[in-house]
């Protein structure tokens, strides 16, 4: 469709490029797989990953297609501080997520979900809750990475868009399949490596090509006020806080997050995520320059298609090899986070859905396998589906950020308030969704009382944002102050003006009510959690012989530890 615009590979070094990126990654999982598995190296490498692999890994995750493309967007749309709220406040979240994990992996060392946690912290329903939410968003995610395998595919070679999905569902499984989460982080580091080699050799070669300093200069009358200004409030309120809002539920609902954050070693948390911050800042920013570039030399995308910047930029300025580092560097972002997709689905499936529910806490570890094996290729079938028929993905993704908005509040707490139950957890998030669905698909019209309300509710959730940002790295009175006072400034500004801003409105709606719901419903508990019961009820699958260093297996015989929960 846009063959009069785009460069276009051959099929032979397409297919080249495609099979021995692939093929590659295939070799690697050879080369680490293990004749006899075990369920926790295949869901968290036994809990004993290094500093470098799991900062890679986390970086090459936290980078996926979706924001890719978008990066570039944001530069294309905002200007000056597009590529910044962008790739800035995902590193940040980043960083202020890590206190939280510590916390997470302090109380339950030798889990493999967050799910797992809450069902020994809260019970079943909680359990469910987060493990649907991890479900669809990853599901989704596989599908989006595929779809944008497909386009790429499709955009910089005579093979067709179903050809490209196939490809990358078919070599995604082919390398994940056997070795599970260990294959996942050990490609993580090679796709980083060539992802940040081509990177660093594509956005200097389009700069220079494109004219340097000298074009900036000559063209700087292409951006209106607003792309002109750093500070832009137009930027920030359309791009910067929904996605600022966005990202914490991210981290703090996606299970790949979690997944590495139980995986590296304990005494190495801070300094991966510290570094993941800074790696994932300067690829991600890196990326969105070009969008900026695209903005100064007057590119319009074609079709008017915002994801064909990053391609045309390519196309047009530079050579044939360039265009095949950038064919790489894409299909490695994708790629990392698809196998992280497949990894993330296998442990929710095999250790909330069948050791959980279906064992009822006495799993058969070679059954667990099967279960998370079986996972990945009907995962892969499904994406590869969803994908070749093209499905609104951006409806499916603000519900599914809805979904982990609603959660981000019940999860934090529950580890660290020993007044908040089950009850607490489910009715708040239950509340928030709803209320959150309402708004953002304008179910009803959103003004007068109704918008009064909801703009009460999106003040309150700003609070809260900010008081659990300030948790991370303070006491809570402090953080709780922090809040109140967020919440004062926000509110008279938010009447009257925020139900302009849907997207943001909505967000905020979901940290508020999620917040005022569970905090309501706890102080009228009785109960009082005794949280150092969380490390007995959340053990190691691990029935091998062979002890692992540093971790405390469940009891072959008689009733399961984790069975008690």
């Given at each position: 469709m846009q063959e009069a615009e785009f460069f276009t590979l051959s099929t032979t070094t397409a297919i080249l490029l495609l099979v021995g990126f692939y093929g590659a990654t295939f070799l690697m999982s050879l080369v680490i797989g293990q004749k006899k598995e075990n369920v926790d190296g295949y869901m968290v490498s036994n809990s004993a990953v290094g500093f470098g692999l799991a900062a890679a890994s986390m970086i090459a995750t936290w980078i996926w297609a979706a924001s890719f493309y978008a990066s570039a967007t944001s530069g294309f749309k905002y200007g000056l501080s597009g590529p910044l709220h962008y790739g800035l406040w995902g590193a940040l979240m980043i960083l202020f997520i890590y206190p939280f994990g510590r916390r997470f992996r302090q109380l339950a060392p030798q889990a493999h979900t967050l799910a797992e946690v809450l069902h020994a912290r809260h019970g079943s329903s909680s359990q469910m809750i987060m493990a649907i939410s991890n479900v669809v968003g990853s599901s989704i995610s596989l599908m989006v990475n595929f779809t944008a395998a497909g386009a790429l595919v499709s955009v910089l070679s005579p093979l067709t868009f179903i050809q490209g999905v196939l490809i990358a569902g078919l070599g995604v499984l082919s390398y994940t399949l056997w070795s599970g989460f260990r294959a996942s982080v050990m490609t993580d580091f090679a796709q980083l490596v060539a992802m940040i080699l081509s990177a660093v050799v594509i956005i200097p070669l389009i700069f220079f090509n494109a004219g340097g300093t000298e074009m900036i200069q000559a063209n700087?009358?292409?951006?209106?006020?607003?792309?002109?200004?750093?500070?832009?409030?137009?930027?920030?309120?359309?791009?910067?806080a929904p996605y600022f809002v966005a990202v914490l539920a991210y981290a703090i609902g996606n299970q790949t997050i979690a997944q590495r954050l139980f995986a590296v070693r304990e005494d190495l948390i801070k300094p991966t995520f510290l570094t993941a911050t800074i790696g994932y800042g300067a690829v991600v920013i890196g990326l969105g320059m070009l969008g900026l570039l695209a903005l100064f030399t007057g590119l319009q995308p074609v079709n008017g298609n915002m994801n064909n910047i990053i391609p045309q930029m390519a196309s047009t300025y530079l050579p044939p090899v360039g265009i095949a580092l950038f064919f790489v560097?894409?299909?490695?972002?994708?790629?990392?986070?698809?196998?992280?997709?497949?990894?993330?689905?296998?442990?929710?499936?095999?250790?909330?859905?069948?050791?959980?529910n279906i064992a009822r806490g006495?799993?058969?570890?070679?059954?667990?396998l099967w279960w998370g094996r079986v996972t990945m290729v009907v995962a892969t079938m499904v994406?590869?589906?969803?994908a070749s028929l093209r499905l609104d993905i951006l409806v499916m993704l603000v519900f599914v950020?809805?979904?982990?908005?609603?959660?981000v509040?019940?999860?934090?707490?529950?580890?660290?308030?020993?007044r908040v139950t089950n009850k607490a957890f489910t009715w708040s998030v239950l509340c928030a969704v709803v209320l959150f669905t309402i708004v953002r698909f304008e179910l009803i019209p959103i003004e007068g009382v109704v918008a009064l309300f909801y703009e009460v509710t999106a003040s309150i959730g700003g609070g809260v944002v900010a008081g659990l940002m300030t948790f991370a790295f303070f006491r809570s009175r402090i953080a709780i102050a922090i809040g109140v006072i967020a919440t004062a400034i926000l509110l008279p500004n938010f009447i009257g003006f925020l139900r302009e801003y849907i997207v943001l409105l909505g967000s905020l709606t979901a940290y508020g009510v999620s917040a005022v719901v569970c905090v309501a419903i706890s102080l009228r508990s009785q109960e009082r959690f005794d949280f150092s019961v969380l490390a007995e009820r959340v053990q190691s699958f691990h029935y091998d012989e062979t002890p692992v260093p540093g971790k405390k297996q469940r009891e072959v015989k008689g009733e399961p530890v984790s069975a008690r929960a």
């Amino acid at each position: 469709m846009q063959e009069a615009e785009f460069f276009t590979l051959s099929t032979t070094t397409a297919i080249l490029l495609l099979v021995g990126f692939y093929g590659a990654t295939f070799l690697m999982s050879l080369v680490i797989g293990q004749k006899k598995e075990n369920v926790d190296g295949y869901m968290v490498s036994n809990s004993a990953v290094g500093f470098g692999l799991a900062a890679a890994s986390m970086i090459a995750t936290w980078i996926w297609a979706a924001s890719f493309y978008a990066s570039a967007t944001s530069g294309f749309k905002y200007g000056l501080s597009g590529p910044l709220h962008y790739g800035l406040w995902g590193a940040l979240m980043i960083l202020f997520i890590y206190p939280f994990g510590r916390r997470f992996r302090q109380l339950a060392p030798q889990a493999h979900t967050l799910a797992e946690v809450l069902h020994a912290r809260h019970g079943s329903s909680s359990q469910m809750i987060m493990a649907i939410s991890n479900v669809v968003g990853s599901s989704i995610s596989l599908m989006v990475n595929f779809t944008a395998a497909g386009a790429l595919v499709s955009v910089l070679s005579p093979l067709t868009f179903i050809q490209g999905v196939l490809i990358a569902g078919l070599g995604v499984l082919s390398y994940t399949l056997w070795s599970g989460f260990r294959a996942s982080v050990m490609t993580d580091f090679a796709q980083l490596v060539a992802m940040i080699l081509s990177a660093v050799v594509i956005i200097p070669l389009i700069f220079f090509n494109a004219g340097g300093t000298e074009m900036i200069q000559a063209n700087w009358w292409r951006l209106d006020s607003e792309q002109a200004n750093f500070y832009s409030t137009k930027a920030i309120l359309e791009q910067g806080a929904p996605y600022f809002v966005a990202v914490l539920a991210y981290a703090i609902g996606n299970q790949t997050i979690a997944q590495r954050l139980f995986a590296v070693r304990e005494d190495l948390i801070k300094p991966t995520f510290l570094t993941a911050t800074i790696g994932y800042g300067a690829v991600v920013i890196g990326l969105g320059m070009l969008g900026l570039l695209a903005l100064f030399t007057g590119l319009q995308p074609v079709n008017g298609n915002m994801n064909n910047i990053i391609p045309q930029m390519a196309s047009t300025y530079l050579p044939p090899v360039g265009i095949a580092l950038f064919f790489v560097l894409v299909v490695g972002s994708l790629s990392s986070t698809a196998d992280s997709d497949l990894a993330a689905l296998s442990a929710i499936v095999m250790t909330d859905i069948y050791a959980k529910n279906i064992a009822r806490g006495r799993p058969q570890p070679a059954r667990m396998l099967w279960w998370g094996r079986v996972t990945m290729v009907v995962a892969t079938m499904v994406g590869v589906i969803f994908a070749s028929l093209r499905l609104d993905i951006l409806v499916m993704l603000v519900f599914v950020g809805a979904l982990w908005g609603a959660i981000v509040f019940p999860v934090i707490v529950s580890f660290y308030w020993d007044r908040v139950t089950n009850k607490a957890f489910t009715w708040s998030v239950l509340c928030a969704v709803v209320l959150f669905t309402i708004v953002r698909f304008e179910l009803i019209p959103i003004e007068g009382v109704v918008a009064l309300f909801y703009e009460v509710t999106a003040s309150i959730g700003g609070g809260v944002v900010a008081g659990l940002m300030t948790f991370a790295f303070f006491r809570s009175r402090i953080a709780i102050a922090i809040g109140v006072i967020a919440t004062a400034i926000l509110l008279p500004n938010f009447i009257g003006f925020l139900r302009e801003y849907i997207v943001l409105l909505g967000s905020l709606t979901a940290y508020g009510v999620s917040a005022v719901v569970c905090v309501a419903i706890s102080l009228r508990s009785q109960e009082r959690f005794d949280f150092s019961v969380l490390a007995e009820r959340v053990q190691s699958f691990h029935y091998d012989e062979t002890p692992v260093p540093g971790k405390k297996q469940r009891e072959v015989k008689g009733e399961p530890v984790s069975a008690r929960a």
